[in-house]
């Protein structure tokens, strides 16, 4: 079955230092991979998204992510952390079943402190 | 560009109340619709989608059901709610083509 694992539920870093999320994934065939942000009370937003080519991605807010098959992984990283990046960060799989549903991994709290 | 929209945002409703829930998208023709549902410690579950009027599929048997009465309109239903219906509710769209799904604000309920 397909799953998601987000090691790490709550990060804490300092404001300026650097940020690295970890994710991986179980899934047969090639993966569609996400990371999404959620502020408190507050919906989904994309960061990023891979498909293909490129193993490493850019998205929004400066935040990048390195697809890895080898150790099926897809880690966020950001080299600077500012404090309104404290949210919740979700790994995600698009799976073929279920309407090309996702697959979400549990979350990772992050918390920046000043 | 497209928008989706949910409401309302936060509900409280009795144990055995009725439920209704409403999802709209604007900007775009035939989506693919969805309904998750993220409960707390339990991450996000995929409740039911959608890939035209009328058309529903489940995935998790439940105290739900959902309706789509417009090409981009997806409503999210139960009969008589339980305590553990409680969550945060998050509709969610895709196109054609690549695979993204874009989420809508969501809405609290919170079933006492």
């Known amino acids: 079955a397909q799953s998601v694992t987000q090691p790490d539920i709550h990060i804490t870093v300092s404001e300026g230092a650097s940020l690295e999320l970890r994710c991986n994934y179980s899934?047969?065939?090639?993966?569609?991979l996400f990371w999404y942000v959620q502020s408190p009370g507050q919906g989904l937003q994309l960061l990023l998204k891979y498909f293909s080519g490129d193993t490493l991605v850019q998205g929004i807010k400066g935040f990048e992510a390195e697809f890895k098959r080898s150790q099926s992984s897809f880690n966020l990283r950001k080299p600077s952390v500012h404090w309104s990046d404290a949210a919740e960060y979700f790994c995600?799989?698009?799976?073929?079943?279920?309407?090309?549903?996702?697959?979400f991994g549990a979350g990772t709290i992050l918390r920046v402190k000043s | 560009s497209q928008t989706i929209h949910q409401w309302p945002a936060t509900l409280v409703q009795p144990v055995g109340s009725p439920l209704s829930l409403e999802c709209t998208v604007e900007g775009t023709s035939n989506p693919n619709l969805y309904w998750y549902r993220q409960a707390a410690g339990r991450g996000l579950q995929l409740l039911f989608y959608?890939?035209?009027?009328?058309?529903i599929s489940s995935e998790v048997p439940q105290n739900l059901s959902a309706s789509r009465p417009q090409d981009r309109q997806f409503i999210l239903s139960s009969k008589k709610l339980l305590l553990s219906d409680s969550g945060f509710y998050l509709c969610?769209?895709?196109?054609?083509?690549?695979?993204?799904?874009?989420f809508g604000p969501g809405t609290r309920l919170l079933v006492l």
């Open positions: 969610a769209w895709r196109g054609t083509g690549p695979e993204t799904q874009y």
């Open positions: 995600a799989v698009g799976v073929e079943e279920y309407g090309n549903k996702l697959v």
């Open positions: 899934y047969g065939a090639t993966p569609y």
């Open positions: 959608s890939v035209g009027i009328g058309q």
